[in-house]
């Protein structure tokens, strides 16, 4: 099961029209790594989320989830993933616990085993007193500590995270960002995490540079740094992006 | 994925839609209203100028309230299919509708119990519509509201396909207002809802023909003949025909790799 990556990503070009989103992107993540897919804006890290998700599909490339194709096999793969999307999308209208068991439904959790992993998840986040209060009562925040709960619930070898930092204070994106760190730590799930906010890389991550569509560099921040003969994260990202766009 | 992960899937589906119905309150009275407001002023004033022949399923001269039921019936249904299709717009602007695309189930079991979730709402309007009616002296054989129930439930789902497959379509919510000029307004007027075909047929041939091509037509029809205890076959027929059409025309708008969610050209 070890061999398995969490993640594997093969040969996956997506355009819209006549515009490459995506070309010829591989990479895997394997379980227990938390991989920081780095890019600017419009370089594809959205259109790579939502192929991963299988809201698109290409016909170019492989994409598998704890070895299920999402293509051939979706139910196995979805089954296998936690997803927090960058636009938030939680029923405001509707409890936090109610959003939960709603999601546990469709992972066809019964109520019992959903119950006890809702109170698991939101004691986990700290939320768990909250659980009666109409999502529309709770900051961005906390609304995005109970996405990752949800994420979490049914228990997925992958866990994708499109910049769910966006529009967080402080203090909030830390304990975010902590938080996740802490989670591919303690078991052997994978983190897949999109992003443009350097800050937010731990000197143990994988770095994924993804830009106008293609792979620029993919390792470790040691092997990422040498290969863009930079000393700082910062650095190397504007080596490997603003370079190629000059030229 | 057992039977039983997809019957959890379909009360949770069937959950959320009760859910935020109950908290949708206006939404109930305003699907309610519309339809009372045809049969206490629209009907009530044209008592008098619209006679009726006696025309199957009815066996005598009857008032005009009492034809327009049927079709006001028929009206709750289309407009509980449109607003399904709304808030399947508004799910998707709101991102809601990634949770329920990205679950583990096949899309096509996902969309049919989002349909039939819809359904049941309009058949619950149907019904107090229905006690109104009879309230204000509209009455049915007593047997036609329980054999009214399938019909009811065969046309809210032909609707609400319909509204399912418009969701596909509809990029951004401001884009329905040509739902309700384009599909809803010609669908309800092109029928047999507010008068008898043969009607339309002594005004114009080219319009009685539109209207016989309505499957809203036949969703009346179907409902007009249950309600009075009778099977309208061909009615059934062309009902069930359009409710494929429509279904499996939506699962192919929101299939990833066909449908109409990756020409519009970008994630959101």
Not at chain 1, 152 to 169: I, N
Request: glycine share 8%; with cysteine; net charge positive.
């Amino acid at each position: 099961m070890s061999n398995i990556p969490a993640l594997g990503i093969n040969g996956l070009s997506y355009s819209y029209g006549p515009k490459k989103a995506l070309n010829q992107v591989s990479f895997n993540v394997s379980a227990g790594q938390c991989a920081i897919l780095l890019g600017p804006n419009g370089a594809g890290k959205s259109t790579l989320f939502s192929l991963i998700t299988h809201l698109y599909d290409s016909r170019e490339g492989h994409i598998s989830i704890a070895g299920h194709n999402i293509k051939t096999d979706p139910c196995q793969a979805l089954a296998r993933l936690g997803v927090v999307f960058q636009q938030p999308t939680l029923d405001l209208d509707l409890s936090v616990a109610q959003n939960l068991r709603y999601h546990a439904a469709l992972h066809g959790m019964g109520r019992k085993e959903a119950a006890k992993r809702i109170q698991e998840e939101l004691q986990r986040q700290g939320m768990f007193e909250r659980a009666g209060e109409k999502v529309r009562q709770l900051n961005g925040g906390h609304r995005r500590r109970v996405e990752i709960a949800r994420a979490l619930l049914h228990r997925p070898r992958l866990l994708l995270l499109d910049e769910p930092t966006v529009g967080l204070d402080v203090p909030s994106r830390k304990a975010m960002v902590d938080h996740v760190h802490e989670l591919t730590r303690a078991g052997d799930m994978a983190v897949l995490w999109a992003t443009h906010l350097i800050d937010e890389i731990h000197s143990e991550d994988r770095l994924i540079v993804l830009h106008a569509g293609c792979i620029r560099a993919s390792g470790s921040v040691p092997e990422v740094l040498e290969s863009a003969g930079a000393t700082t994260v910062g650095e190397a990202f504007e080596q490997l992006t603003l370079r190629r766009e000059a030229a | 994925m057992n039977v039983m992960h997809y019957l959890r899937a379909f009360k949770g589906i069937t959950g959320r839609e009760l859910l935020r119905f109950v908290h949708q309150r206006e939404r109930f009275i305003s699907a309610l209203v519309r339809p009372l407001m045809w049969l206490f002023i629209f009907a009530a004033g044209f008592r008098s100028t619209l006679g009726v022949a006696i025309i199957p399923p009815y066996e005598t001269y009857i008032l005009y309230e009492v034809y327009i039921t049927p079709g006001l019936l028929g009206m709750v249904q289309l407009f509980n299919g449109m607003q399904s299709s709304l808030s399947m717009v508004y799910d998707r602007e709101m991102g809601s509708m990634k949770t329920l695309l990205t679950s583990p189930l096949p899309r096509w079991y996902l969309l049919t119990c989002k349909l039939l979730a819809g359904v049941m709402v309009s058949v619950v309007q149907a019904y107090v519509f229905l006690l109104i009616a009879w309230l204000y002296g509209i009455e049915a054989p007593p047997m036609g509201y329980l054999t009214v129930l399938p019909a009811l439930l065969l046309s809210g789902l032909m609707l609400g396909a319909l509204g399912l497959l418009l969701s596909s379509f509809i990029k951004q919510l401001e884009n329905f207002a040509g739902v309700m000029n384009f599909v809803i307004f010609p669908m309800f007027f092109l029928s047999s809802a507010l008068y008898p075909l043969w009607k339309i047929q002594e005004s114009s041939v080219l319009l009685y023909r539109l209207s016989q091509y309505n499957p809203f037509t036949h969703a009346v029809e179907l409902i007009r003949f249950a309600l009075y205890e009778q099977f309208n076959v061909q009615d059934c027929l062309i009902t069930l025909g359009a409710l494929a059409f429509f279904l499996a025309a939506a699962v192919i708008g929101y299939n990833p790799s066909k449908g109409m969610m990756q020409r519009k050209g970008g994630p959101n």
